[in-house]
């Protein structure tokens, strides 16, 4: 691994590549916060997968990219005089020094927990209203509701046993089978919500994260799904024309793969 020199001296070669790309290329000089926006959220859905796959090669590129935008806004800012790369390194410093006391301070913690509660409590005297606040609101539903259940957790709203979640899951099942029989089907979307939030809740009391863990399972029924597509076709069959027992035969072969 390079050392802080090499280190800092790559980070300034891509701010200049930045200042010529905004100088000189026409793509580069047309773009905004607004119309990178959507290619950010892109870029960091590309790393997310390579982080799964544990690809480490595409990590480091897809790690590339993210820096790029970050550098990208920077550049945008202080073309406004609104901030640059300093500000955003400067900003996210100071944070990381005030949320940590326990490093730069004399505070004494114990574990992880506590850490993190001191976190959430830093935050409210930094001047929010809700520990929720800083739950951004175009999150996807399952992400946001892990966080929001982090956060509350992080100033004590929280279960104490692994068991009482469980039991609130089973609840929650038991009132989604009761409006199932109802046939009401906005009360059926209300429960079903109701026991997807129960389970992920379950999910941080055993230390998994339930995006990725979705994630896996979307990822193993793509690689199941696509072998039953690619062994019908090795017979000349269209999928619509077998019968489930006959793709189930493959779909095991699958597994066992």
Not at 112 to 118: G, L, Y
Not at 147 to 153: D, G, L, N, S, T
Not at 181 to 195: C, L, N, P, T
Request: aromatic share 8%.
């Amino acid at each position: 691994m390079s050392d802080k020199t090499v280190q800092l001296k790559a980070f300034e070669r891509l701010l200049i590549i930045m200042d010529e790309l905004r100088e000189q290329c026409p793509w580069d000089k047309k773009q905004t916060m607004e119309s990178l926006r959507h290619l950010t959220i892109e870029e960091v859905y590309e790393l997310g997968d390579a982080i799964l796959d544990n690809d480490l090669d595409e990590v480091k590129k897809e790690l590339g990219d993210v820096l790029l935008h970050i550098v990208f806004y920077s550049k945008i800012g202080s073309e406004t005089n609104n901030f640059d790369i300093a500000d955003v390194c400067n900003s996210i410093c100071d944070k990381l020094i005030d949320r940590h006391p326990h490093i730069y301070g004399d505070v004494v913690v114990k574990d992880e927990a506590e850490v993190k509660r001191n976190w959430e409590q830093l935050k409210l005297k930094e001047g929010k209203d809700s520990v929720l606040e800083g739950v951004p609101k175009s999150l996807p539903a399952v992400v946001k509701a892990s966080r929001i259940q982090e956060k509350v957790a992080g100033v004590g709203f929280d279960w104490e046993e692994p068991e009482q979640v469980f039991e609130k899951v089973e609840e929650e099942i038991a009132e989604l089978k009761v409006e199932i029989s109802k046939g009401d089907q906005d009360a059926i979307e209300s429960e079903f919500g109701d026991v997807m939030f129960s389970m992920i809740n379950y999910a941080r009391f055993l230390k998994v994260n339930p995006e990725n863990a979705l994630e896996r399972t979307n990822k193993k029924f793509i690689k199941r799904f696509q072998y039953l597509e690619s062994k019908a076709k090795s017979l000349d069959k269209s999928l619509k024309d077998m019968t489930l027992s006959e793709m189930d035969v493959f779909w095991e072969e699958a597994k066992l793969l």
